[in-house]
Nanobody
Framework: QVQLVESGGGLVQAGGSLRLSCAAS????????MGWYRQAPGKQRELVAH???????YYTDSVKGRFAISRDNAKNTVYLQMNSLKPEDTAVYYC????????????WGQGTQVTVSS
């Protein structure tokens, strides 16, 4: 069982930056596929970015060049650096973990609110 705890959300003006953190329990964090999702009011949850255990990354088009996912395996933590924030980035952001060999994310954090004012 993996527990994920997000932090770092808040209110920021458009053009500003935030860094989200997700601390994970478990001794095999380095083998997990980690991802960040977000859900805006009235919208479906969408994948923002993910990172494999080997460090390869994926970003949804709307955040490319602005967001960066990274991980520190020594700290069992994954980060999402968000720059040049836009009002449309406003959402609850969720951290997710996927075990090796699995096709879907199995573990989810409780979410952290990000609000970008115009």
């Amino acid at each position: 069982q993996v527990q994920l705890v997000e932090s770092g959300g808040g209110l920021v003006q458009a053009g500003g930056s935030l860094r989200l953190s997700c601390a994970a329990s478990g001794r095999t964090f380095s083998s997990y596929y980690m991802g960040w999702y977000r859900q805006a009011p009235g919208k479906q949850r969408e994948l923002v970015a993910h990172m494999s255990s080997g460090g390869s990354t994926y970003y949804t088009d709307s955040v490319k060049g602005r967001f960066a996912i990274s991980r520190d395996n020594a700290k069992n933590t994954v980060y999402l650096q968000m720059n040049s924030l836009k009002p449309e980035d406003t959402a609850v952001y969720y951290c997710a973990a996927r075990e090796p060999g699995r096709m879907s994310f199995d573990y989810w954090g409780q979410g952290t609110q990000v609000t970008v004012s115009s």
